[in-house]
């Protein structure tokens, strides 16, 4: 069975903390994708990244960034954590680009 | 930006069929049509995909247009378990193709 874990299911962190979210997957997919999902506004694409080392940027990509130094780990990285920033996390990965994507349970992420 | 519409929410009694329907009338010819959901507290589930023949798997059937404008996502005999946020998203199968989830569709079913 496919599967994408994820590091936490709840994290609450302090504004100006570096916040780290990891995200491991075990199908040996070479594309994966950071999204953070609010209320009213749907899953919005933070960042993606289809092979090791290389990332690009989705819709909303500022106050994040990324690291892929393996092919089956995708880390989303909050530089300086604000309150607007308080959101569900949640990572995905797929095959090829195009594939079906498979997702994580997801990271409640506060920020006070 | 999405390119689907979908109602905001929907009721289906239980033991019957769920027709969930989905308009994408800018769908152009190399974008395929994905159907998820998301449970509550959960990350989001495939359920389906197509590109204009029909397609029925374990969990659902798709119905798709023959302009392929619009398509309909069946659950054939909805269980309480099957209350969830469905979404229908337009993408191609390619490189730099995005998933966009929009707000879905809040099916509740009833007892």
């Known amino acids: 069975d496919v599967k994408v874990t994820q590091s936490s299911r709840y994290l609450v962190k302090r504004t100006g903390e570096k916040v780290f979210l990891e995200c491991v997957q075990d199908?040996?997919?070479?594309?994966m994708f950071w999204y953070r999902q609010d209320p009213g506004l749907g899953l919005r694409l933070i960042y993606f990244?289809?092979?090791?080392?290389?990332?690009e940027k989705g819709d909303i990509p500022e106050g994040y960034s990324v690291s892929r130094e393996k092919k089956e780990r995708f880390s989303l990285i909050l530089e300086s954590a604000s309150t607007n920033q308080t959101s569900m996390y949640l990572c995905?990965?797929?095959?090829?680009?195009?594939?079906?994507?498979?997702f994580g349970p997801g990271t409640r992420l506060t920020v006070l | 930006d999405a390119k689907t519409t979908q109602p905001t929410s929907m009721d289906c009694a239980e033991g019957r069929a769920a027709n969930l329907p989905c308009n994408h009338s800018?769908?152009?010819?190399?974008?395929?049509v994905y159907w998820y959901r998301q449970i509550h507290s959960q990350g989001p589930q495939y359920i389906i995909h197509?590109?204009?023949n029909n397609e029925t798997n374990e969990m659902a059937s798709l119905i798709i247009t023959e302009d392929r404008k619009s398509s309909t996502l069946i659950l054939p005999h909805a269980t309480l378990r099957d209350t969830a946020v469905y979404y229908c998203?337009?993408?191609?199968?390619?490189?730099?193709?995005?998933?966009?989830f929009g707000t879905g569709t809040s099916l509740t079913v009833i007892p």
């Open positions: 995905a990965s797929s095959l090829w680009q195009g594939g079906e994507q498979f």
């Open positions: 199908m040996d997919h070479e594309n």
């Open positions: 990244s289809y092979d090791v080392k290389m990332k």
């Open positions: 800018t769908i152009s010819g190399n974008e395929y």
């Open positions: 197509g590109l204009k």
């Open positions: 998203i337009v993408t191609t199968r390619g490189t730099g193709n995005q998933f966009y």
